[in-house]
């Protein structure tokens, strides 16, 4: 499977972080790409976000074109500006493009958006991604895996998001009734 994972400017750079690491240690063919806003929210989190395989405005990426699709990408976090942007088709960045050629092929799309709360705009945006084929995943772990540590959280939702990619993952006891 090869997989794009793109990593924006919410809060949350811990989460992108974690889904590389794990996709990297997989079978998957996997690429990363960071935005500017990623960068700057890293610093402040006292985060190393990881080497990426692509910059923000690199067109020439294969992902960046219909016939090159990735089998699924996932943004995260997901900022409500690259969520709007995608939401409305801008694809003014390798990031916003690579997401609109999903779409439009049909392949799997998923943004981990991390805002809270969420204005009127933002729902619908996700209400457009949603309509159009992607899944949005809100950054909303939960705590009936009983979670000791923050990194237990983190991988509730990075496993939540490689759900909805359909890539298999452990990271997170599931619900038993």
Known sequence: MRILVAITGASGIEYGM????????????????????????AKEEGARLPKADYEENDFSCPYASGSSAPDAMIICPCSLKTLGEVANGVGNSLITRAAEVCLKERKKLVLVVRETPLSLIAIKNMEKVTLAGGVVLPASPGFYHKPKKIGDLVDFVVGKALDSAGIPNSLFRRWKT
């Open 18 to 41: 974690r889904l590389g690491e794990v996709l990297k240690k997989g079978k998957e063919n996997v690429s990363v790409v960071a935005s500017e806003g990623a960068r700057k929210v």
